[in-house]
């Protein structure tokens, strides 16, 4: 199981991103996903988490009514929509992803291989 994210690039400040991602391999069945990103020097940290078959999220106080985490569960597909972007946004956006591999049965989590975001002023 892979997870492939896309939507990262470069915005000015204020503007928007949605970033997307979804497992590829076998079949996955998903607990719960999240957006993970690191910035140059520091630690990665949790931007946002959707759990409960999407019924369920979570926020960091920094995206708190910026970002919106959204999950097509038809697609398997998460997806993060970035709004008023900041200088300070500008990281590795990593997906995240925790569940069951239908054909072993165990659980596994995953992470994809990051998109990069950039926000300029």
């Known amino acids: 199981v892979q997870l492939v994210e896309s939507g990262g690039g470069l915005v000015q400040a204020g503007g928007s991103l949605r970033l997307s991602c979804a497992p590829s391999g076998s079949t996955f069945s998903i607990n719960a996903m999240a957006w993970y990103r690191q910035a140059p020097g520091k630690q990665r940290e949790l931007v946002a988490a959707i759990h409960n078959g999407g019924r369920t999220t979570n926020y960091a106080d920094s995206a708190k009514g910026r970002f919106t985490v959204s999950r097509d569960n038809a697609k398997n597909t998460m997806y993060l929509q970035m709004n008023s972007l900041k200088r300070e946004d500008t990281a590795v956006y990593y997906c995240?992803?925790?569940?069951?591999?239908?054909?072993?049965?165990?659980?596994?989590?995953?992470w994809g291989q990051g998109t990069q975001v950039t926000v300029s002023s």
């Open positions: 995240n992803a925790g569940g069951i591999v239908i054909r072993t049965g165990r659980y596994l989590e995953v």
